[in-house]
């Protein structure tokens, strides 16, 4: 998919390495970044995101530059919410997706995407964006800037994915009794955070309100869940003092439990994930270890967040190389039953 990932601390260092090819460009969210001096002889795509890494360090300012192999090609989908006409998807085996992170559309648009791709194709991705969590542009080519955006990349090359999260249920299940796309109003008939504070603070002992609300319920997720399957995560981001704005959209009727986690736990689930990705790539040894690991996890573990990083590198051989980004929320089909997007949780594809 990649035939080499470097990384950039400027983007005039950046520019001066470009040659000749089609290339994936991770730009973190603090970096110097004009759009309009990248060069145009060349192909380029790629998102903004809160972090990127490299080996087994997180960068706010930097450039991650992949170059793609020659049997892998990029398209940016401007609206997610249209009807997509992609030829020939079927045919091949792996995917890089990036979505706008804030967009209410991601749902939409992986359900109709997963209806043009092959059945054993397997699929990594997340969501672009910046943690200051206003929606914008964060998709682009070296020619414009996306917002409610898609990118797809495809490969006929072959990769392993796997993933896993660590949390575990606090309380419930509850039901979602009113919702709309990302922002949850009801859960058994009561207002959304009225319920949930009540929760936390029995079990924090920490009073929350929406000045502090993000800070706090960082550790306390809220689970999809599913039958004999992982809960799928949605991260409390912000509330109105009713409702509570997630990061991906929640069904009304859906059974839901608040999560809590422990460092240990999630540090573990990380290198679950890095040891399921070497095993579903077949009959090769992987290069290349591409992260997409939720930025809330950072700002869960805080300093412990290099220990779930050397857990995922311990996992593969000392020459792989570790890269990829921190991202509002991650993307993957490990079930094949569809494509999901995923909360706090680490994903990675062995290239």
Known sequence: MFQNVNFFKSQDSLNNSLKEG???????????????????????????????????????????????????????????????????????????????????????????????????????GGGAGKLTLKQEPVIFSNYDMYQDAALIIGSYDLMGVGLKHGWSELEGPFIVTDSKNCELKQINYMDAFKFYKNIIEKHSKTLINKDNFFDIAKGYPFGINRYSKEAIVRDPIT??????????????????????????DLIDASRKAALCAIKNLPNKKPKQALLVDCISRLLYLDTSFEDELRSIANEFD??????????????????????????????????
């Open 22 to 124: 089609k290339y994936l460009l991770l730009v973190a969210q603090n970096s110097k970044f004009e759009l309009k001096d990248l060069p145009k002889d060349v192909a380029i795509v790629g998102g903004i995101f809160p972090r990127i890494v490299f080996h087994e360090q997180t960068y706010e300012e930097g450039f991650l530059l992949a170059k793609m192999s020659p049997c892998t090609s990029a398209l940016i989908i401007e609206h997610m919410d249209g009807e997509l006409e992609i030829p020939d998807l079927e045919k091949l085996n792996s995917f890089m997706i990036v979505v706008d992170g804030l967009s209410s559309k991601i749902d939409y648009f992986l359900e109709s995407f997963f209806e043009l791709i092959g059945e054993n194709a397997m699929i990594i």
């Open 318 to 351: 000392k020459n792989t190389i570790l890269w990829g980004v921190l991202s509002l929320g991650e993307i993957a089909n490990v079930n094949r039953e569809k494509i999901e997007f995923y909360n706090k949780t680490c994903v990675i594809g062995a290239l």
């Open 239 to 264: 509330t109105n003092g009713n409702s509570i704005t997630l990061v991906g959209n929640i069904d009304i009727n859906a059974v839901i439990s608040v999560l809590k986690g422990s460092k240990s």
